[in-house]
Nanobody
Framework: QVQLVESGGGLVQAGGSLRLSCAAS????????MGWFRQAPGKEREFVAA????????RYEDSVKGRFTISRDNAKNTVNLQMNSLKPEDTAVYYCAATSRADWTATPKEYDYWGQGTQVTVAS
């Protein structure tokens, strides 16, 4: 059974940090590039960050560059998103996703598997 399970969300003050984790099971994790997306109320799901199969290549949405860091551990089948200097506009449900594409992609429909999401709320 294919599963992606996110954890680590919560309520934090502006300027604070959170670390999101996503645990994968039921498939060959290292064969998939991974991404993080977020969706705020009334808005479309948007790309946040992605990492290649090996972890050697990463991409970020402009508004999170320098604040967020994506990483993966293929031995543990996990992908993480370290979020620093959080802002109220980062408030959203965060999803991890997996794509069988050879390289990262920022397009949600090109991802094959999705987690259930974890809420991140940044208070001003």
């Amino acid at each position: 059974q294919v599963q992606l399970v996110e954890s680590g969300g919560g309520l934090v003050q502006a300027g604070g940090s959170l670390r999101l984790s996503c645990a994968a099971s039921g498939w060959t994790f290292s064969r998939y590039a991974m991404g993080w997306f977020r969706q705020a109320p009334g808005k479309e799901r948007e790309f946040v960050a992605a990492i290649s199969r090996s972890g050697g290549s990463t991409r970020y949405e402009d508004s999170v560059k320098g604040r967020f860091t994506i990483s993966r551990d293929n031995a543990k089948n996990t992908v993480n998103l370290q979020m620093n200097s959080l802002k109220p506009e980062d408030t959203a449900v965060y999803y991890c996703a997996a794509t069988s594409r050879a390289d990262w992609t920022a397009t949600p429909k090109e991802y094959d598997y999705w987690g259930q999401g974890t809420q991140v709320t940044v208070a001003s």
